[in-house]
């Protein structure tokens, strides 16, 4: 047997050529293995790359509903909503963006409706107003509201004379302080009105009306909210200090 084989070397060479030839056919014939490959959105990942959560609100059209609290809600709590959800949803960019775009909506509704607000209160003012008796609108035709700097360049002089005379009420009585600031307030009315003769009568009205209410006020103070040397004379000079800034800016 051993003769033989040796004998024909060709018989065992070709056998073996034929099995590696079929190895390799079916090696060919094997159909290709596909692997998916996912693609994914550079803003569904964190800023650094990597999976995080993603708002589940994203879409939502309405601003509140995205934001998760009621129509009615206060503005903490609008602020107290969106710090939550961006702490929480920080790194996705998209999530961070449709946050902010809700709370800004709110927030711009909001101050649409505050001056909307005013609007309408100045429109109801002046409405009752107009329907107010003759005697109230000729009251009120006499009383005007001055640019806020000149309330409070005119609230700062008749404040200082009020301090200068309680700081000198032990040495001798505010009547200078007083007659200074009576003829500030006739100055500034007869730069108003442009006549003396009516600047110098509404200042000594507001005079008048001054002494007046501290005569009458004063007195029901309890003694002891007073220093000992503060003086009836010195707390009625402050009500006319009161009174000359009143009748100086807001009458003409």
């Not at 309405?62 to 009615?72: A, F, N, Q, S």
């Not at 996705?92 to 209160?121: C, G, P, Q, V, Y």
């Not at 640019?147 to 505010?174: E, H, K, Q, T, Y």
Request: hydrophobic letters at 45%; charged letters at 20%.
């Amino acid at each position: 047997m051993a003769a033989t084989l040796i004998s024909k070397p060709t018989l065992s060479s070709s056998f073996l050529g034929q099995k590696l030839s079929s190895r390799e056919n079916s090696k060919r014939s094997e159909p290709s293995r596909l692997v998916p490959r996912v693609t994914k959105c550079a803003t569904d990942t964190a800023y650094g790359g990597g999976n995080v959560p993603k708002f589940s609100r994203l879409n939502v059209w309405d601003p509140y509903k995205r934001l998760g609290i009621r129509r009615d809600a206060s503005e903490e709590e609008v602020w107290s909503s969106r710090n939550f959800l961006l702490n929480q949803y920080a790194n996705h960019e998209r999530s961070a963006e449709s946050i902010e775009a809700a709370f800004e909506k709110i927030l711009m509704a909001s101050f649409i409706k505050r001056k909307k607000t005013k609007i309408n209160l100045k429109t109801r003012l002046k409405k009752q107003v107009e329907e107010s008796p003759p005697w109230v609108q000729n009251l009120l035709s006499f009383v005007e509201l001055p640019p806020p700097v000149i309330i409070l360049r005119r609230l700062f002089l008749f404040g200082f004379m009020a301090c200068w005379s309680v700081m000198n009420s032990a040495d001798a009585g505010p009547a200078f302080q007083v007659a200074i600031s009576f003829g500030a307030c006739v100055y500034f009315l007869n730069d108003k009105t442009k006549s003396l003769g009516r600047a110098a009568l509404i200042g000594f009205g507001g005079l008048v009306a001054g002494w007046f209410c501290g005569s009458l006020l004063v007195p029901m103070i309890p003694p002891f909210l007073l220093q000992p040397t503060w003086s009836l004379e010195l707390l009625t000079s402050l009500f006319i200090y009161v009174s000359l800034f009143l009748s100086c800016t807001f009458l003409k």
